[in-house]
C-alpha cells in the first residue's frame, strides 16, 4: 500500500524505525502538507479575486495558485511522488477532475513549462474562471478522497473547509455546495 521510500528523503527514510517513519510520514503528509497546498490554494485564489495588485504580485500569485493546483492534480490523479491511492486500498481514481484537461493544458504549458505553446493573449491565460474551476473541482476531490482512505488513515485527513468565496459574476452567480466558491 503506501511506500514511505516515495515520499522521503531516503536518508530519513533509513534512519531509525522504518515503521516509525513512515507512521510520521503520513501524518505530516495527511495532517499537513496535504491541508497546506488547499490553504495556499484558498489563500490566493482570494487574494486574486478580491483585491488588486500590481503586474509582480498577481503573476506572483497566479503562478502560486497554479503550481498548488498542478501539484494537488498530480496527487489525486496518483502521477508521480506521494499519491492519493497509497493511502487507500491501492484503487482509488479521482473522480471529479475529467473536465479539466483543458485547465491541466494551461497548467502545464503557462506556468511549469516554458514552451512555444505559451501565449500571450490574456484571454487564452488562467483566468479567474478558471481558478474558481479548478478550487471547487480539488475541493470536490479532497472529499471523495476522505471517504475512500483505508481504515489505517482514518482521520489523519479532514477535508478543506473552504470560506464562501464570492468572485464577479453578475446574475449567473451559482455556489459550489462542496468547495463554496460562488462563481459561473
Known amino acids: 500500500m503506501f511506500d514511505a521510500r516515495k515520499c522521503l528523503n531516503p536518508a530519513v ?3 531509525g524505525n522504518a515503521m516509525g517513519t513512515r507512521k510520521a510520514a503520513n501524518k505530516d503528509i495527511l495532517g499537513h502538507h496535504l491541508p497546506y497546498e488547499f490553504h495556499m490554494l484558498q489563500g490566493t485564489h482570494a487574494m486574486l479575486a478580491n483585491r488588486e495588485h500590481d503586474t509582480i504580485i498577481a503573476n506572483a500569485l497566479i503562478e502560486s495558485f497554479c503550481i498548488h493546483a498542478r501539484l494537488l492534480i498530480e496527487f489525486f490523479e496518483n502521477k508521480q511522488g506521494c499519491k492519493a491511492k497509497d493511502f487507500t486500498d491501492g484503487t482509488y481514481a479521482a473522480a471529479h477532475l475529467e473536465l ?12 511549469a ?30 472529499n471523495n478522497f476522505a ?33 463554496g466558491v460562488i462563481g459561473v
Do not use: W
Not at 479539466?100 to 506556468?111: C, R
Open 100 to 111: 479539466l484537461g483543458h485547465l491541466k493544458t494551461k497548467l502545464n504549458t503557462q506556468i
Open 13 to 15: 527514510y533509513l534512519r
Open 147 to 179: 471517504t475512500c482512505l483505508a481504515p489505517a488513515f482514518q482521520g489523519m485527513f479532514r477535508p478543506p473547509a473552504l470560506k464562501t468565496l464570492v468572485i464577479a459574476c453578475g446574475s449567473a452567480c451559482k455556489k459550489d455546495p462542496v468547495s
Open 113 to 142: 513549462h516554458l514552451t512555444d505553446k505559451r501565449t500571450t493573449d490574456p484571454n487564452d491565460k488562467i483566468t479567474l474562471d478558471d481558478r474558481s474551476k479548478l478550487l471547487a473541482a480539488l475541493a470536490k476531490e479532497a
